[in-house]
């Protein structure tokens, strides 16, 4: 059994990966989800509670995907952010070290 599952963040989240769209994440989650509906695979993906405030209009057309469900990520995910940017210098990774 697979599960595909994905993290989605509103644009002031301060996500690194930002960077490399030149869209939304939740744009960018529509089309990922569009093309798995199209070849009948189910997905799961965890908003952050920040993206039905900043984007209500785009998360409305994810939410009528019939393959999508929706979890919590937080309200704003990366909260403690400066946790994230010592992990970055320190151990090169802005998520944390591997074992964790």
Known sequence: MIFLTGDVHHMGSGDPDHKYLDISEVEAAVKYATIANKYGVKVTLFLTGK??????????????????????????????????????????????????
């Open 51 to 100: 993206c039905f405030v900043d984007e209500p209009d785009t998360v409305d057309k994810l939410l009528e995907l019939d393959n999508v469900e929706i979890g919590g990520h937080t309200w704003n995910a990366f909260r403690f952010r400066y946790l994230h940017y010592a992990s970055q210098l320190l151990l090169g990774s802005f998520y944390g070290p591997r074992f964790y």
